[in-house]
């Protein structure tokens, strides 16, 4: 009878000996093409990401991988953007863009690789978790989350550029529409919270990139940073909105991968990766080459 959780134990710590392996040789590997600088934000991601989920194993035992498995995409997304969109406010110092887009995307590219091992070692299992979270302990992990998104901001010098009006009127139109399906459905609207910010960070993702092409198309530069920041902002709404809707799915009981996070969190690095190279794309190499 003790044969099983030994052998469970031998290989999850096998798993995570390799996975740990893995990750300095990935390290290594990088560390040969991209600017150290362009980690910079890399040790406070891990040290948000692993705090959540330690605290979501302390209070309910929900399995650490499957924690890491749905929030490491969009939580690297969230640090993302908000260096994009301070990037998008300091455009006059040209020689700082390089490393402050690099670093973006590396930290998108770290949260991939945690919901990637994840995925790899969680278990499909229903007992994924000892309880759910009680309703009290929802609010306070939610105002942790909106206090560390508030503080990550003032410490960027963004705070003021997220208070954007039309952000808010797109995140509240969809928010409307959908809890009107839901009723008009009868079904439980937190079960379709996550489609719904899903949906709006998409949808900002699209905005931001018509605003460059028109502001583009036009010549007018000193427009395009402010359109691509409305997009921007939206996609936040929706990504730090999809990660509190998750934190409430936990209170409510069933089975969590019944919601399909995998394929949410792939359609979310979709739009961000449409986003970016829509808005931010270098040029090719044959446009680089003489002649």
């Known amino acids: ?20 392996a893995g990750a300095a040789l990935f390290v290594w590997a990088i560390y040969d093409v991209l600017p150290i600088a362009s980690l910079r934000h890399a040790g406070a991601f891990l040290t948000v990401i692993f705090g959540l989920v330690g605290l979501l194993f302390w209070r309910i035992r929900l399995d650490p991988f499957y924690a890491l498995m749905v ?3 969009p939580s690297g997304l969230i640090f993302s ?25 590396a930290v998108a590219l770290v949260g991939g690789l945690l919901s990637a091992v994840g995925s790899f070692g969680f278990e499909r299992s229903e007992n994924i978790r000892s309880r759910c979270l009680k309703g009290s302990e929802c609010l306070v992990l939610s105002g942790l989350l909106v206090m560390l998104l508030l503080g990550m901001m003032f410490n960027f010098n963004v705070l003021v550029a997220f208070m954007d009006w039309s952000s808010a009127k797109v995140l509240l139109s969809i928010l409307l529409v959908g809890v009107g399906v839901a009723t008009l ?25 018509i605003g460059w092409i028109l502001t583009s198309l036009t010549g007018d530069s000193k427009g395009a940073g402010p359109a691509i920041a409305i997009g921007l902002v939206t996609m936040l709404y929706g990504i ?6 998750f934190v409430w799915l936990l209170s409510a009981s069933g ?11 792939w359609h979310l690095m ?21 002649g």
């Open 255 to 265: 089975t969590l991968d019944d919601q399909g996070f995998t394929t949410k969190n």
């Open 1 to 20: 009878m003790k044969e099983k959780p030994m052998g469970l134990v031998a290989t999850r710590g096998l798993f995570l000996v390799a996975t740990a």
């Open 71 to 73: 929030l490491g995409i």
């Open 240 to 245: 730090f909105l999809y990660i509190l809707s």
């Open 270 to 290: 979709e739009g961000f990766t449409f986003l970016f190279f829509m808005n931010f794309g270098p040029p090719t190499l044959f446009e680089m080459l003489p």
């Open 81 to 105: 953007v908000v260096e994009i969109v301070r990037t998008l406010q300091e455009m006059n110092d040209p020689a700082g863009i390089p490393v402050a887009i690099s670093s973006a995307l």
């Open 185 to 209: 459905r009868q079904t439980d609207v937190r079960d379709g919270l996550p489609n719904l910010f899903v949906c709006v960070a998409l949808i900002g993702a699209a905005i931001s990139t």
